[in-house]
Every structure is written in structure tokens, then in C-alpha cells.
């Protein structure tokens, strides 16, 4: 199935380190989620993008909705040891109105 | 409000027994689905609903069942359970834009 293209794959930082991720796809995209997954848990949502080029903060995190509307990018800033998990982006593809997963990027931050 | 909640929170199965993976949500959303995730593949769609008494193939559906009779719940069945389905499974719901994902379930078929 449809994939979008997250990197990187994996990221090991030391602690109050920047990160920055991101997205792309071959599909526009009309609605761009970010998510965390902690270990055992399930994903949970933190932030959604609504517009081209919108630009939104969630704390420590800034996420971007590309003006090409085919990617998106996740900064972290100054991380902390809780920050570890997989991060995923998640598009709504304007064709088909079906939620598209990436593959994930795993963090890990050493104190 | 408890959101999306999913039971039970571990399974072991052996092969070719059934079982029931019950999914609820109290958002009063509409669409709700079934993803599994397995190690390098990210989260796959298996089975979604749009509404009470619609539901539809995602992209893995071989092997799971679903139905939707109320707006609430959201069962996944497994009526004959395989090694390949060992994995961790996760409900989510949506209402318009932003997508919930409840706790997940952990199964094992051996």
C-alpha cells in the first residue's frame, strides 16, 4: 500500500540537542498529523496541520505544513530524555480521503 | 471522557483458535479502524467504518472480521487465528481531521 517517505529512519542524540524530521509524499496531501509512540502504548496525536505552509507549535515542538502540500517537517527542540519513542507522520490524501501512515522515526536522547 | 480504550491489553492464541479484539470510543465519531503493527512496517489499515452498520477493507483485511453496529464499538474478529497475525493491534477513531489511537492489544497466535 501507499507509504509515505519519513526520515530519517533513526536518530540518537544527546540530551538538549535540536531534531528535526520529515515527510514527503508523491500525493497531496490535505490535513498533516504528527505522533508520538511511546513504548507499549499506542500513538498519540500531537499536532494536526490544516493549510499549506502553516507553521504550528506544540511546546518544545514546531511542525510545518510544506507550501508543495506533498511534505511536512517535525522539529524538537532542546530534547530531554522523555522525548525518546517513534515519531510518525500521518497525510490525508485529497484523492482518495485515506489516512496514510509513515514508517516511523525512532528517537533516542542520552542524558 | 476516556477516549478510545481496546481489551484485552495482551493475547496468546494458539493456531486456529478464534477471538474477539473489542474496541470503544466515547467521541461520538463516526469513522473508526483497525491497524496492526508489526517491526519495520509501520501501522497497516485492516478493516474500517465510516458510520454504524458501514464498514470496509483497508489494506491487510485477510483473516479479520469486523462489524459496526453501534457509533460506540468497534469489534475486530479473528475467526481462525495463524502465526502471521501475531501483532500489535490498534484501534482508532476520527472525527473530521485528527485521528485517535486507543492503547493497543498485543497478540501472539503460536
Known amino acids: 500500500g501507499q507509504q509515505l517517505n519519513q526520515s530519517p529512519q533513526s536518530m540518537f542524540i544527546q540530551e538538549g540537542e535540536d531534531v528535526s524530521m520529515n515527510c514527503t509524499s508523491s500525493?497531496?496531501?490535505?490535513?498533516w498529523l504528527w505522533y508520538k509512540q511511546d513504548p507499549g502504548e499506542g500513538p498519540v496525536l500531537l499536532i494536526a496541520?490544516?493549510?499549506?505552509?502553516e507553521l504550528t507549535s506544540n511546546g518544545r515542538l514546531t511542525a510545518q505544513f510544506g507550501i508543495t502540500r506533498k511534505d511536512s517537517f517535525l522539529n524538537i527542540s532542546a530534547s530531554i530524555p522523555s522525548d525518546v519513542g517513534i515519531y510518525f507522520c500521518?497525510?490525508?490524501?485529497?484523492?482518495?480521503?485515506?489516512?496514510?501512515f509513515g514508517t516511523g522515526t525512532l528517537l533516542a536522547v542520552q542524558p | 471522557n476516556a477516549g478510545v480504550t481496546q481489551t484485552p491489553k495482551f493475547q496468546v492464541l494458539k493456531t486456529g483458535q478464534s477471538m474477539t479484539l473489542q474496541c470503544a470510543q466515547d467521541?461520538?465519531?463516526?469513522?473508526m479502524s483497525w491497524y496492526r503493527q508489526d517491526p519495520g512496517m509501520g501501522l497497516r489499515l485492516i478493516h474500517y467504518?465510516?458510520?454504524?452498520?458501514?464498514?470496509d477493507q483497508g489494506e491487510v483485511p485477510n483473516g479479520y472480521n469486523v462489524s459496526r453496529s453501534t457509533t460506540e464499538d468497534f469489534p475486530l474478529r479473528l475467526l481462525s487465528a495463524a502465526p502471521s497475525q501475531t501483532s500489535v493491534y490498534f484501534c482508532?477513531?476520527?472525527?473530521?481531521?485528527?485521528?485517535?489511537f486507543g492503547p493497543g492489544t498485543r497478540l501472539t497466535v503460536t
Open positions: 482508532a477513531s476520527r472525527g473530521g481531521t485528527e485521528q485517535y
Open positions: 500525493s497531496i496531501f490535505n490535513t
Open positions: 496541520l490544516y493549510k499549506a505552509g
Open positions: 500521518a497525510g490525508r490524501d485529497g484523492a482518495t480521503n485515506k489516512l496514510i
Open positions: 467521541m461520538n465519531h463516526e469513522y
Open positions: 467504518s465510516v458510520g454504524a452498520g458501514i464498514t
